[in-house]
């Protein structure tokens, strides 16, 4: 589809806010900005800071689908999604200092890369995409936000640490890719494919699970 595709086209989910998908994806983007003002109020960064890392973060992801997949850029064309990243970012300035927000920020994370993770392969599915390059899409949504965000933190990106975190997004996308395609309404999908991200992200944070390492590393001699 063109990226002038008439939103009476899209699934019910993407074209009307309303509905389940886009209640989670306004969910999603708060709590993806509100993981980018926790990152600024780690770096002790005033409240304009606080406001850009919360956008950046909460629609990062999401722009770079939609100029791939050639669809409107969301906060483009709706400005509730940055009024959420604001808010959000305002949100974490009241609440003040405390070691607590540091956990939270790994927490609220794992809940957005199961969460968009989803978004993301439901817009890119609505759009025609193949289903493997909607998982892409959905992997994409869920982490570059984040990537950005620890980039502007002077932080590592969450692509060298050997964390389980893309593989979150990526199984959130896979399982809500393989439920459609097995007849599943989204609704249903999304119910399954979301905790089910979180799940693996969840269970790498209590537990430590993390993927196996190239074992042919060269090593370094003293």
């Not at 940055?82 to 974490?92: E, G, K, P």
């Not at 609505?126 to 980039?151: H, K, Q, S």
């Not at 964390?163 to 395609?181: D, G, M, P, Q, W």
């Not at 989204?186 to 799940?199: D, K, R």
């Amino acid at each position: 589809m063109s990226a002038l595709v008439d939103p009476a086209l899209l699934s019910p989910a993407l074209a009307h806010p309303e509905t389940v998908l886009g209640a989670l994806d306004f969910a999603g983007v708060a709590v993806f900005a509100a993981t980018g003002a926790l990152a600024a109020a780690r770096e002790k960064h005033d409240l304009v800071t606080f406001g850009f890392f919360a956008a950046i973060t909460g629609v990062g992801g999401g722009t770079l689908r939609d100029l791939l997949i050639d669809a409107p850029v969301f906060w483009v064309q709706d400005w509730r999604y940055i009024a959420v990243c604001l808010t959000s970012a305002a949100v974490v300035w009241m609440i003040g200092a405390g070691a607590w927000r540091f956990r939270a920020l790994l927490w609220l994370d794992a809940v957005g890369l199961g969460a968009y993770g989803v978004l993301g392969a439901a817009k890119a599915e609505a759009f025609g995409v193949p289903p493997l390059i909607c998982i892409v899409m959905g992997a994409l949504t869920a982490c570059f936000g984040g990537i950005v965000r620890d980039l502007l933190a002077g932080q590592p990106s969450i692509l060298l640490r050997r964390e389980i975190t893309v593989s979150a997004a990526l199984l959130a996308a896979t399982v809500y890719v393989v439920a459609r395609y097995a007849g599943l309404d989204q609704w249903p999908a999304a119910a399954i494919a979301a905790p089910a991200g979180f799940l693996l992200r969840g269970g790498a944070l209590l537990w430590g699970w993390s993927l196996p390492a190239f074992p042919g590393g060269l090593v370094r001699k003293g």
